[in-house]
């Protein structure tokens, strides 16, 4: 399937050579110089140098077409969780998918095809109140569906992967095209799309419908609950900065290194939970940046294993003094 390219209203003033603002269409106009902290569940970050919010997938293709013409690199922000983004901000243009939104339940084949742009905790809501079982497990994902399919996110042993029937990707030509659950290439909390110049548009994911929606929503609260009792809810974060080293817990190695509550500036390890950084107040995204340095240090000096990061980070950050 391939979208018919727009041709773009490019109503400009200031930005770099003085633009401002650029429209793209009546609805969709990319600005300059928007500060990215309030789009982030960290609250840190700097500003993007361009910024767009499309709210249909031609706004969407539009914008993906004028970052390729002006040869401008393109960052897709959804919900902002699980990402750290740089105080000097991001250069380029910054597209913001969480305006996009539609789902579809098929109950005949079991179906619900969700848009990038869907909260994963209200989907499963949502799923559960139908009586479709299969996202149980998701409540407690702060991000969206989009973010989700790209990181493969998981939860009490479960994952999108587990669930996935296709993806719907945009291309830098403007053409859509599906990709199955395995072309995704999926293992722990990656998949090929990361680090790619595809955009994901929506997802079709295989549930199982028919279920006492009591039964599942019971399921589903009690997700949630755990995720309250064990994990720092009551501060920004980005969920687990840490992927967990098999067969290893990485909250355990940065506990048992002592470093519960260890702080730099405002970025603080959780004392509820060790593989969580919150911001405590005040924080900046490069004391985050650092405190995440330390923990991995420490944790390579006691155990001497790696800790690979989960959160993504985005911009240019300064080495650690």
Request: charged content about 15%.
């Amino acid at each position: 399937m391939t979208i018919t390219p727009i041709k773009t209203s490019l109503r400009t003033s200031g930005m770099n050579n003085n633009r401002k603002e650029i429209s793209l269409t009546p609805e969709c106009q990319i600005k300059s110089h928007v500060s990215l902290a309030a789009y982030t569940s960290y609250r840190v970050g700097g500003p993007a140098e361009l910024y767009v919010a499309p709210r249909d997938m031609n706004s969407l293709q539009a914008s993906v077409q004028y970052a390729v013409e002006e040869g401008l690199p393109v960052t897709i922000l959804g919900a902002g969780s699980n990402l750290l983004i740089s105080d000097r901000g991001i250069s380029g243009l910054v597209i913001a998918t969480r305006h996009l939104r539609h789902t579809h339940f098929d109950l005949q084949r079991g179906l619900v095809t969700v848009a990038a742009g869907e909260a994963i905790p209200a989907l499963a809501w949502e799923a559960a109140k139908l009586g479709w079982s299969g996202l149980e497990w998701a409540v407690g994902i702060p991000g969206t569906m989009g973010g989700a399919v790209v990181m493969n996110a998981g939860a009490h042993g479960d994952c999108i992967a587990d669930i996935l029937v296709s993806a719907e990707v945009l291309l830098p030509n403007g053409s859509l095209k599906t990709l199955t659950s395995d072309e995704l290439g999926y293992t722990y909390r990656t998949s090929k799309l990361q680090g790619s110049n595809l955009v994901v548009t929506q997802a079709t994911f295989r549930l199982q419908p028919g279920v006492d929606p009591v039964k599942v929503t019971s399921v589903t609260q009690q997700h949630k609950k755990q995720r309250l009792t064990t994990q720092p809810y009551d501060k920004p974060s980005c969920g687990s900065v840490f992927r967990n080293p098999t067969p290893y817990a990485a909250g355990r190695l940065i506990e048992e290194a002592g470093l519960k509550g260890f702080q730099i500036g405002g970025a603080q390890v959780s004392p509820r939970h060790a593989n969580f950084i919150i911001n405590s107040g005040g924080a900046r995204a490069g004391d985050i940046f650092n405190l995440i340095r330390h923990v991995q240090q420490q944790v390579q000096q006691h155990w001497s294993i790696s800790l690979e990061p989960e959160v993504k980070m985005m911009g240019e950050f300064l080495p650690v003094c």
